[in-house]
């Protein structure tokens, strides 16, 4: 158990609808990053945030959008959904936002847009 | 872009057997490496790490080797268990790039008894 933890594991929605994925990074960690993770492109960055401000941006479409609040955990949201945007987003947390950090890995929210 | 789940490269190892899995980086300014483990269903799981300071590290039963000249990083398992089998991922990130990580392609570990 890495102390990541991310809901909901499962998610169902249909096309053009919008999801919202919630991350707790561990305690004491002040960075959160989100990477989605599918059979053709396999683990993509997408974003980081640390103590609630935009740290990088990475393959993140415009109809994703993230944030950190005060409390530190991380809202994924993504609209406008499409049958290419099923994937596990996996959120990670690192205790800074130094190049050397090590990111600790949550189990997933596995999407399924039909 | 990278390949995981269908095309994943699979490296077969009997227990108790050694275990190499290799990695290949092309930006010659990363300067942190890190090996993670992902098991079906599950995140990926930090296993070791190295800095481009180092060629060599060791944790238990795993040691990372590091070769800047060719850009080529491994990890070797001791006496591979059947607990070993998951998906291994080689991570890179370079100064510079706010920690944003870069994943290599996959290789999948099958343990056979």
């Known amino acids: 158990d890495s102390g990541v933890t991310q809901t909901p594991k499962h998610l169902i929605t249909a096309t053009g609808q919008r999801v919202t994925l919630r991350c707790s990074p561990r305690?004491?960690?002040?960075?959160v990053y989100w990477y989605q993770q599918s059979l053709d492109q396999g683990l993509q960055f997408l974003i980081q945030?640390?103590?609630?401000?935009?740290?990088a941006k990475g393959n993140i479409l415009e109809r994703f959008s993230a944030q950190q609040f005060p409390d530190l955990h991380s809202e994924l949201n993504l609209s406008s959904l499409e049958l290419g945007d099923s994937a596990l987003y996996f959120c990670?947390?690192?205790?800074?936002?130094?190049?050397?950090?090590?990111?600790?890995f949550g189990p997933g929210t596995r999407l399924l847009v039909l | 872009g990278e390949s995981v789940g269908l095309h994943l490269p699979t490296l077969s190892v009997q227990e108790g057997d050694n275990s190499i899995i290799n990695c290949a980086y092309s930006?010659?300014?990363?300067?942190?490496f890190i090996w993670y483990k992902q098991e079906s269903g599950k995140g990926p799981q930090f296993i070791i790490d190295i800095r481009s300071n180092m060629d060599k590290r060791q944790g238990q039963r795993v040691t990372v080797l590091l070769n800047k000249t060719v850009k080529h990083l491994s990890l070797q398992i001791a006496a591979t268990q059947p607990g070993d089998s998951a998906v291994y991922f080689c991570a890179e990130i370079s100064t510079g790039t706010a920690s944003k990580l870069t994943f290599g392609t996959g290789t999948r570990l099958q343990v056979t008894l």
């Open positions: 945030y640390y103590n609630g401000e935009e740290r």
């Open positions: 930006n010659s300014a990363s300067d942190y």
């Open positions: 990670a947390s690192s205790a800074w936002a130094g190049s050397g950090e090590t990111q600790y």
């Open positions: 305690s004491g960690d002040l960075s």
